[in-house]
Nanobody
Framework: QVQLVESGGGLVQAGGSLRLSCAASSIIPNISVMRWYRQAPGKERELVASIDRGGSTNYPNSVKGRFTISRDNARNTLYLEMNSLKPEDTAVYYC??????????WGQGTQVTVSS
């Protein structure tokens, strides 16, 4: 059973930066897409970044230009570089991997708190 483990969350002041990592416990073959989601208290989980098997990335307007998703296939690791953080970025951040056959994996989440 593959496990995804996020790290890198924490408390940061507005305007600061954090880099989240998502490490897979073993190689995941035939990946279709890898994503980062977040969920703030009382809100629905929302997509913040995605990268497909071809390397194309996509971001919602709320984080575009501030967040960057990347991956290191050799290390089985997904990253999310977050700059110019705002208090509204405060949430639990989850990584997600989907394989071509539809099988999906979720990490356990890492808390990001941005103080004003």
């Amino acid at each position: 059973q593959v496990q995804l483990v996020e790290s890198g969350g924490g408390l940061v002041q507005a305007g600061g930066s954090l880099r989240l990592s998502c490490a897979a416990s073993s190689i995941i073959p035939n990946i279709s897409v890898m994503r980062w989601y977040r969920q703030a208290p009382g809100k629905e989980r929302e997509l913040v970044a995605s990268i497909d098997r071809g390397g194309s990335t996509n971001y919602p307007n709320s984080v575009k230009g501030r967040f960057t998703i990347s991956r290191d296939n050799a290390r089985n690791t997904l990253y999310l570089e977050m700059n110019s953080l705002k208090p509204e970025d405060t949430a639990v951040y989850y990584c997600y991997v989907q394989r071509l056959m539809g099988l999906t994996y979720w990490g356990q989440g890492t808390q990001v708190t941005v103080s004003s």
